[in-house]
């Protein structure tokens, strides 16, 4: 069977590539200007970031706070010829002396071939949390 990839599905796996990379330029090229992303929990890391700048320093915070130990293994991606894509992972990180590997995913709202708002879910709110708040 011939497995033919959704250009939305092409899209997303190019976002997640760039992200993998650190290659914010190649990513906010993806990004509609009034971008926003959602990402859950209670710290510094969770919240509405709003604005293709925002999304990208968002993102720039992640890779600081975790010394670019960020990694993706993208699971799946899941189109419905209608703009949006869902996706699902697996992500492992460092802080200090800690590790977390925790699954989650996306979901995608793409117009005129751009994310123009991505939803975050994670597999454990408080565990990230902790994670995400060792500083505090």
Not at 51 to 70: S, W
Request: negative net charge; charged residues 25%.
């Amino acid at each position: 069977m011939t497995h033919h990839e959704h250009p939305d599905a092409a899209l997303v796996r190019q976002g997640y590539a760039a992200f993998e990379k650190g290659d914010m330029k190649a990513l906010g090229d993806l990004l509609t200007g009034d971008c926003t992303h959602h990402s859950p929990g209670s710290t510094r890391f969770g919240g509405h970031f709003k604005g293709r700048d925002n999304v990208l320093a968002h993102y720039g915070d992640i890779f600081e706070y975790t010394g670019g130990t960020m990694r993706i293994e993208l699971d799946g991606v899941f189109v419905d010829g209608r703009g949006h894509v869902l996706t699902t992972h697996k992500w492992h990180a460092d802080h200090g002396d800690r590790g977390l590997s925790m699954r989650g995913g996306l979901f995608f709202t793409l117009i005129g071939g751009k994310a123009s708002d991505i939803d975050e879910c994670v597999e454990d709110i408080e565990e990230a949390d902790a994670f995400l708040s060792l500083d505090d």
